[in-house]
């Protein structure tokens, strides 16, 4: 073995190893047997302790125990945060033409997938390293000196792929965060180049999108209570049905006689007639094809068809959906449980109702995944949203849009929980100290972003692959109430750019608005030009659907292929959102676990916030106490969104 002396020569061995495994497993084992110390000593005296401890946890992956190499769980996400990864080992495994070796798929997956995935590797300090040519015609020369021996008998053995859970993670209470999750930093004015080192693979794109039965994220979505459509929707008892899609499933909703609000199957379980033609009436809902009636749970409670001492009734129901309604929104509950999990007790669930907003609500004609990535991107908040200097002209309609002080793009730094995840965006203001703007994800889909002194709550509901309501509500937990102007323009917020379209019965239409795709959102090119960086009216998250929506893959399905993407260090929250939701989903698939906030909904209840911080200070421990809803204190709101 040549010594490791250098930044290539690191990166080159780290290389070899890698690539080793594929085809030479047994070879792989013998390294870690023979090579291990040695290979750590060299990498020592070149590179220092660091990140001697991920060759160690690398490297004794390979078990070649019994004659067959099983590639064990690794979590290098932790690792890679853990231990400060070279900047060669990265730079070299990060490069284009080694993404496309069989090693991607083994060993060296974990480093060329995931390492900078979590954008919580330091690799600024890397002026060897700006000609990667001259690295990757390094790698070649000594891939051939370092040639592996063959073996006669490697077709023999079984390598099986590397996962990268985080099955069995201890998610203990103290603090919302889980020990070994660590917080993800990034600098977003260093000379990181992440390239295509986060990049998802198809097969991952796919888990991360598809929420139809049987799906894994659809059935990791199921295991929760989520909002479905608000309680306005249904504003007396046996009044109108509602077709609804949720997750890819075909439902309806209604308010029986009693109040209680249902959602059944829509097809009816006797010969799948549309229970939307149905008669609400007398606690529950009757078929008009041959009058069978169901009430909310499910239970047929008539069945005029059969003779009056038939017992079919008793066995025959159909599927519903337990649903809870519970200031200003009806929530539902699609999993396969017969018990459900306990009810969410976010803000705007626990609070008087007087405090919590009717909630708004906009159809996005686009897969939720990229929809709710909008909300987790904080720099875009710099262009699509801006106006374009601090003394713009209001534009005609929408907001005055968002002026950033510091020219540079925020600095982010990322701590993944136990419920999902949160950040800090950090801006440097003109006198000195940090504005830093946190935004919290709870998984499945909720986000709650910081615009003002009030708790913002919200979901990227699923209605299939194609389209998601973004359903927001606002609470005021120390008052006051939010009166009936207020809750009027939340019920029709985008009235000054048309509204909505007229509805049809098909719920894809259900607050569409009239500025849309078809008509480029209202753009305005001469806003654009003199006053808004983006000439779409900046009305909620108007502007935000004309990015995301167009967003298709190759075939035009509006859900994007994101093995095209590039990238960068600011994209370190949707990335890290993304592992959480990925690792979530294959973890239930794998083993039947479900995240920890489906058992204990508490883990939760959190809270944004915006704060001024004087320069230099530990915003984690500065911001705890106010990022608890049940201290007392009110919203943080240091400064306001639009400034």
């Known amino acids: 073995m040549l010594p490791v002396a250098t930044d290539d020569e690191v990166a080159v061995e780290t290389h070899r190893l890698a690539t080793l495994a594929p085809g030479h497993p047994r070879h792989v084992a013998d390294v870690v047997q023979r090579d291990a110390v040695s290979l750590e000593a060299d990498v020592d005296a070149a590179c220092g302790g660091g990140v001697v401890q991920v060759f160690h946890h690398f490297l004794l992956a390979v078990d070649g125990d019994a004659g067959k190499v099983v590639l064990r769980e690794v979590d290098v996400d932790t690792l890679a945060v853990e231990y400060k990864v070279h900047a060669g080992v990265v730079e070299a495994l990060a490069l284009e033409p080694c993404r496309e070796t069989e090693a991607c798929q083994h060993v060296a997956g974990c480093l060329l997938q995931h390492a900078g995935a979590h954008a919580c590797l330091d690799i600024g300090a890397a002026p060897a390293l700006e000609d990667n040519t001259r690295n990757l015609h390094s790698i070649e020369q000594m891939g051939e000196h370092h040639a592996p021996r063959t073996r006669a008998d490697d077709s023999d053995l079984d390598v099986q792929h590397i996962s990268f859970g985080a099955r069995g993670r201890d998610t203990r209470r103290a603090h919302r965060v889980s020990p070994e999750l660590p917080a993800l930093s990034l600098s977003s004015d260093r000379n990181h180049r992440l390239g295509r080192s986060a990049v998802l693979s198809r097969e991952d794109n796919e888990l991360l999108c598809r929420v139809g039965p049987g799906t894994p994220m659809g059935e990791l979505i199921r295991e929760y209570w989520f909002p479905a459509l608000p309680s306005r929707e249904f504003p007396t008892a046996d009044g109108d049905i509602k077709r609804m899609r949720l997750l890819g499933e075909n439902i309806v909703m209604f308010r029986d006689s009693e109040g209680r609000m249902g959602a059944l199957a829509e097809a009816c379980p006797h010969r799948g007639?549309?229970?939307?033609?149905?008669?609400?009436?007398?606690?529950?809902?009757?078929?008009p094809y041959h009058g069978w009636k169901f009430d909310v749970t499910g239970k047929c409670?008539?069945?005029?068809?059969?003779?009056?001492?038939?017992?079919?009734?008793?066995?025959v129901r159909a599927t519903a959906y337990p649903c809870r309604d519970v200031n200003h929104m009806v929530w539902i509950y699609m999993g396969r449980k017969a018990?459900?999990?306990?009810?969410?007790?976010?803000?705007?669930?626990?609070?008087?109702?007087?405090?919590?907003?009717?909630?708004?609500?906009?159809?996005?004609?686009?897969?939720?995944?990229?929809?709710?990535?909008?909300?987790?991107?904080?720099?875009?908040?710099?262009?699509?949203?801006?106006?374009?200097?601090?003394?713009?002209e209001p534009p005609p309609l929408g907001s005055n849009g968002f002026y950033n002080p510091d020219p540079k793009p925020a600095k982010l730094d990322v701590v993944r929980t136990d419920y999902g995840a949160y950040y800090s965006g950090m801006r440097k203001m003109p006198d000195g100290r940090e504005w830093h703007r946190i935004n919290q994800f709870i998984f499945p889909f909720h986000t709650m972003i910081t615009v003002g002194p009030v708790v913002i709550f919200r979901a990227f509901v699923p209605l299939d692959d194609h389209h998601a309501m973004l359903i927001t509500q606002a609470a005021m937990p120390n008052g006051p109430a939010f009166d009936d102007e207020y809750n009027q323009l939340q019920i029709d917020p985008f009235k000054e750019v048309g509204g909505y379209i007229e509805r049809s019965h098909d719920p894809r239409s259900y607050y569409m608005t009239v500025a849309n795709k078809r008509n480029d959102y209202w753009l305005d090119r001469d806003v654009q030009k003199d006053r808004m960086y983006c000439g779409i009216p900046f009305v909620l998250n108007l502007p935000d659907r004309a990015m995301t929506e167009l967003m298709c893959g190759a075939d035009g399905e509006p859900l994007y292929d994101r093995t095209q993407e590039h990238l960068g260090t600011t994209d370190v929250f949707v990335i890290a959102v993304r592992r959480q939701l990925l690792?979530?989903?294959?973890?239930?698939?794998?083993?039947?676990?479900?995240?920890?906030?489906?058992?204990?909904?508490?883990?939760?209840?959190?809270?944004?916030?915006?704060?001024?911080?004087e320069a230099g200070a530990d915003w984690k421990a500065e911001v705890a106490e106010r990022l608890d809803p049940d201290n007392g204190l009110p919203v943080a709101a240091d400064l306001p969104l639009i400034i």
């Open 301 to 315: 409670v008539d069945m005029p068809t059969e003779p009056e001492d038939s017992n079919f009734i008793n066995k």
């Open 583 to 613: 690792n979530a989903a294959k973890q239930r698939r794998d083993t039947g676990e479900a995240p920890a906030n489906v058992a204990d909904p508490h883990l939760g209840r959190v809270r944004m916030g915006s704060f001024l911080l």
């Open 339 to 392: 018990e459900p999990p306990p009810f969410p007790d976010y803000e705007v669930n626990t609070l008087a109702p007087e405090l919590v907003s009717e909630p708004n609500i906009m159809m996005e004609e686009a897969n939720w995944v990229q929809n709710m990535e909008g909300d987790l991107d904080s720099v875009h908040l710099d262009w699509v949203h801006k106006r374009l200097h601090e003394d713009s």
């Open 273 to 287: 007639a549309s229970m939307y033609f149905g008669r609400n009436e007398e606690c529950g809902i009757r078929c």
